[in-house]
């Protein structure tokens, strides 16, 4: 990566290719249909799911987008899917951190070898893979010379606590601040970088839980009494990949209906 801060083209609003991480349902799933409707081409990663993420990449608009599978928990998958996402869509401009793991480990019930292993395996998915796939891109956006954008989904529960998720909050609450320092150190590049932090919303990984018996309560954390939806969550990423959302690189984005503010 050159350290030298050049000249970088305007920041296009559409036509770009963009690398959705996690896309083979859910929000990536939203994510991805997002960008192709805004006419940009997207590289639909998945990671176990690949008949679902078929199904993503079959209901995109436009042309040109790919399918890439690849597990991100170790640093040579990492580099493998943004390679192969590069040289399929000929570079990248747009990131999203989307994959992570969202495993239960409340601390008193959870066998001190299961609360080790889960730690570790939201560390992995969730901070460490984040870290990698924005290295690999950065230095991609840096070598085109064109700038880009990185989005991290975050949560609300960086802020909020999980108590029975402690590892997943603990790696959001490093995801946000991981792409704050990101910011700082991109922008000379033209990178902007910056994070969602969503509160509770509709996807198939949770619907179990909004049609279970925690359902109202879930849906009453918000003054709007109800839950989000991807497609919200999609609409902010969307912009924050946007050219004149350069200004709001290093932000993580509140989107939580109203059920937690912070100061
Ligand atoms: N839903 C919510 O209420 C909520 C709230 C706040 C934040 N979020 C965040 O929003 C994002 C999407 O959530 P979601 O509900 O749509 O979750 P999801 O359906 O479980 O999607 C997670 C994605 O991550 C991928 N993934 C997980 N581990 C992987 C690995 N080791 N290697 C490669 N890919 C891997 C999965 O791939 P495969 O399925 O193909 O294996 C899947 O595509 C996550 O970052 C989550 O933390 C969600």
Not at 166 to 193: F, M, R
Not at 212 to 233: D, H, L, M, V, Y
Not at 252 to 260: I, M, P, R
Request: aromatic share 4%; net charge neutral.
């Amino acid at each position: 990566m050159s350290t030298t801060p050049g000249p970088t083209p305007p920041f296009p609003a559409t036509g770009r290719r963009v690398l959705v991480s996690g896309a083979s349902r859910g929000l990536g799933r939203a994510l991805a249909r997002a960008f192709a409707d805004n006419g940009d081409r997207v590289a639909v990663h998945f990671g176990s799911r690949e008949q679902e993420a078929r199904a993503t990449l079959d209901s995109l608009a436009g042309d040109g987008h790919v399918l890439v599978g690849g597990d991100l928990s170790d640093p040579a998958g990492a580099k493998d899917v943004a390679d192969r996402s590069a040289d399929a869509l000929g570079g990248i401009d747009v990131l999203v951190n989307n994959a992570a793991v969202n495993l239960p480990h409340p601390p008193a019930t959870t066998s001190y070898e299961d609360w080790s292993a889960l730690w570790q395996r939201h560390v992995t998915v969730n901070l460490l893979a984040t870290a990698n796939l924005s290295h690999l891109a950065a230095h991609r956006m840096a070598d085109q010379g064109t700038g880009g954008r990185i989005v991290n989904i975050g949560s609300r529960g960086a802020f909020r606590g999980e108590p029975d998720h402690p590892a997943y909050g603990a790696t959001k609450a490093a995801v946000h601040a991981l792409g704050q320092s990101l910011a700082v150190a991109l922008a000379p590049q033209g990178i902007a970088v910056a994070s969602v932090a969503p509160g509770f919303f509709a996807t198939e990984r949770v619907a179990h839980r909004l049609g279970g018996a925690e359902g109202a309560a879930i849906r009453a954390q918000s003054p709007f009494g109800r839950a989000g939806t991807a497609e919200e969550i999609a609409a902010a990423v969307l912009w924050l990949a946007s050219p004149l959302a350069e200004w709001a690189s290093g932000a993580v984005l509140d989107l939580n209906g109203a059920s937690h503010l912070r100061t």
